[in-house]
């Protein structure tokens, strides 16, 4: 029987590859828009409740919680370094971890961020170890720079902007383990390290500013009291007197905000793709009815030759049930192949997309489509076996 099935399969080629094609797109762009706003939201959640706030140039505080804690962008805004001495001089304040971003680039490719080892403290190391805040010169590479750079411990490497690597050697101290974040594709090193890129780039009166602050608290009221405290107050450099107008923010509480506009937009997207799943099922609908409309002269003969009606049902359903499992298989290894060509592209947003990474759900709409492509032919084949004609 199962033989007989991929025979009458052959024979029908191009009913089937429309059915396969049908599935495939809708199948496949359902579970990749949910895999991709899953992923997001995990990676969103995962970092905002590390920190307490964030303290920055006044500005949008959405761009703030996303550069400061996903490194997009690149702030043209700054803030003076020593500022950190008076942050700790609050009791409230526990830790706080300089971020200077926006300062160089590592082959015109992978953001190289200035900051201190407190921010790689709660990091897993693949090899090597956090850069020492005492002296300079040392980086941090994420997983994914080290492993398309061929990057171990002990190899130099040189950073700058665009194009052009300048300054001395910087030493490789240490490679994150994978996390599937934006880590992955970020070099860190001490914020020194990059006054240094500056100076010998010739900017002889650079400023030694940071983007922001990233603040622990002893406990939330302490951290509900130093925002209100900063936000929206003025900086002035005793030296310079230059003014800079800072804003603090709570992380945790601006990235809810993000996830609600996604939650939204998935939601948007997962109702498209019912929509698209609706239309799948009546594009098999309309496919396996002029296939059985098709067959009725192949049903009778067998029928003559002595095969009963149950033989012939189970003969269609195995056909396509095999057609179902190959199209989820390939919807399925569709949307992989998506995830992995689009994480170029994420990665420059912050996202790291990991192409090997699935949701129940997933398989829940896999199997929904699988019941779908073999429904219509159960329905049909039941429906014909009543008719007096095929029961003679």
Same mark, same amino acid.
């Given at each position: 029987?199962?033989?007989?099935?991929?025979?009458?399969?052959?024979?029908?080629?191009?009913?089937?590859?429309?059915?396969?094609?049908?599935?495939?797109?809708?199948?496949?762009?359902?579970?990749?828009?949910?895999?991709?706003?899953?992923?997001?939201?995990?990676?969103?959640?995962?970092?905002?409740?590390?920190?307490?706030?964030?303290?920055?140039?006044?500005?949008?505080?959405?761009?703030?919680?996303?550069?400061?804690?996903? #490194?997009?962008?690149?702030?043209?805004?700054?803030?003076?370094?020593?500022?950190?001495?008076?942050?700790?001089?609050?009791?409230?304040?526990?830790? %706080?971890?300089?971020?200077?971003?926006?300062?160089?680039?590592?082959?015109?490719?992978?953001?190289?961020?200035?900051?201190?080892?407190?921010?790689?403290?709660?990091?897993?190391?693949?090899?090597?170890?956090? #850069?020492?805040?005492?002296?300079?010169?040392? *980086?941090?590479?994420?997983?994914?720079?080290?492993?398309?750079?061929?990057?171990?411990?002990?190899?130099?490497?040189?950073?700058?902007?665009?194009?052009?690597?300048?300054?001395?050697?910087?030493?490789?101290?240490?490679?994150?383990?994978?996390?599937?974040?934006?880590?992955?594709?970020? %070099? #860190?090193?001490?914020?020194?390290?990059?006054?240094?890129?500056?100076?010998?780039?010739?900017?002889?009166?650079?400023?030694?500013? *940071?983007?922001?602050?990233?603040?622990?608290?002893?406990?939330?009221?302490?951290?509900?009291?130093?925002?209100?405290?900063?936000?929206?107050?003025?900086?002035?450099?005793?030296?310079?007197?230059?003014?800079?107008?800072?804003?603090?923010?709570?992380?945790?509480?601006?990235?809810?905000?993000?996830?609600?506009?996604?939650?939204?937009?998935?939601?948007?997207?997962?109702?498209?793709?019912?929509?698209?799943? $609706?239309?799948?099922?009546?594009?098999?609908?309309?496919?396996?009815?002029?296939?059985?409309?098709?067959?009725?002269?192949?049903?009778?003969?067998?029928?003559?030759?002595?095969?009963?009606?149950?033989?012939?049902?189970?003969?269609?359903?195995?056909?396509?049930?095999?057609?179902?499992?190959?199209?989820?298989?390939?919807?399925?290894? $569709?949307?992989?192949?998506?995830?992995?060509?689009?994480?170029?592209? $994420?990665?420059?947003?912050?996202?790291?997309?990991?192409?090997?990474?699935?949701?129940?759900?997933?398989?829940?709409?896999?199997?929904? %489509?699988?019941?779908?492509? %073999?429904?219509?032919?159960?329905?049909?084949?039941?429906?014909?076996?009543?008719?007096?004609?095929?029961?003679?």
């Amino acid at each position: 029987m199962f033989k007989f099935a991929l025979k009458n399969m052959a024979i029908k080629k191009i009913q089937i590859i429309l059915v396969v094609l049908s599935v495939v797109i809708s199948a496949g762009v359902a579970i990749l828009a949910y895999n991709i706003a899953s992923q997001i939201d995990d990676g969103i959640s995962s970092n905002a409740g590390y920190y307490s706030l964030i303290v920055g140039p006044a500005g949008s505080n959405t761009d703030l919680a996303m550069n400061s804690m996903y #490194f997009t962008g690149n702030p043209t805004e700054t803030i003076p370094y020593s500022y950190m001495d008076t942050l700790y001089k609050d009791t409230n304040v526990r830790r %706080v971890i300089p971020l200077a971003i926006g300062g160089g680039t590592y082959k015109n490719q992978y953001k190289v961020v200035g900051t201190s080892a407190d921010l790689l403290a709660n990091k897993g190391f693949d090899s090597g170890n956090a #850069f020492d805040d005492s002296t300079d010169c040392q *980086v941090v590479v994420g997983y994914t720079v080290a492993q398309r750079n061929n990057l171990s411990v002990g190899d130099k490497i040189k950073i700058g902007h665009g194009t052009d690597a300048h300054g001395q050697d910087l030493e490789v101290v240490g490679i994150l383990e994978q996390s599937y974040s934006s880590y992955d594709t970020v %070099v #860190f090193t001490q914020v020194k390290t990059l006054w240094h890129l500056h100076e010998n780039e010739g900017e002889e009166h650079h400023d030694h500013n *940071v983007y922001a602050f990233l603040i622990n608290t002893n406990n939330l009221t302490g951290a509900s009291t130093l925002i209100r405290k900063l936000n929206n107050t003025v900086i002035v450099d005793e030296e310079s007197g230059t003014t800079y107008p800072i804003q603090a923010i709570e992380p945790m509480s601006i990235m809810r905000g993000v996830l609600d506009d996604l939650g939204d937009t998935k939601y948007i997207t997962l109702v498209l793709c019912a929509i698209i799943l $609706a239309m799948n099922i009546l594009v098999i609908s309309i496919i396996t009815l002029l296939n059985m409309y098709n067959s009725k002269k192949e049903i009778s003969l067998m029928r003559l030759i002595g095969i009963s009606m149950k033989k012939i049902n189970l003969l269609y359903i195995i056909q396509n049930s095999i057609i179902g499992i190959i199209s989820t298989l390939l919807a399925f290894g $569709a949307s992989r192949l998506c995830l992995l060509l689009m994480s170029g592209f $994420a990665q420059k947003m912050g996202v790291v997309l990991n192409y090997g990474k699935f949701y129940p759900l997933e398989f829940v709409i896999l199997l929904g %489509v699988f019941i779908i492509t %073999v429904l219509p032919t159960i329905i049909c084949t039941y429906s014909m076996a009543r008719k007096d004609s095929l029961e003679q």
